[in-house]
């Protein structure tokens, strides 16, 4: 797992102990399983390759924007707390232009 930059961190920082803890488990069972069930990582509709990473704790839902590079690792964006049933489209937005960056960045980076 690769986090890039500070979107997650920033996220994280600001959950109290106990949502911490959880994201911690559900970022655990995403790195170690073979087939990771849906109700912890999904493929977002419409998307190319963007993915949710899902956390619940207690009545609370959140979600971890995520994709794939090679040799899958799991690229890790940014979080949010979900409050409606939709994932917000400023939310999927946000997350298409990070991983765009990711891949600016690293393009440019190979052709240095």
Known sequence: MYFY??????????????????????????????R?????LKHLENTKGLYEIRVQSGGDIFRIF??????????IGHG????TEKTPQKEIDRALRI???YYEEKQKSNES
């Open 5 to 34: 930059k500070d979107y997650f961190r920033s996220f994280y920082t600001s959950q109290s102990a106990k949502v911490k803890k959880k994201i911690l488990w559900t970022l655990r069972v995403v790195e170690e399983l073979d």
């Open 36 to 40: 990771i069930p849906e109700i912890y």
């Open 66 to 75: 995520c994709f794939f590079e090679e040799n899958n690792i799991i690229v």
């Open 80 to 83: 949010f707390q979900k409050k």
């Open 99 to 101: 991983k765009n960056e």
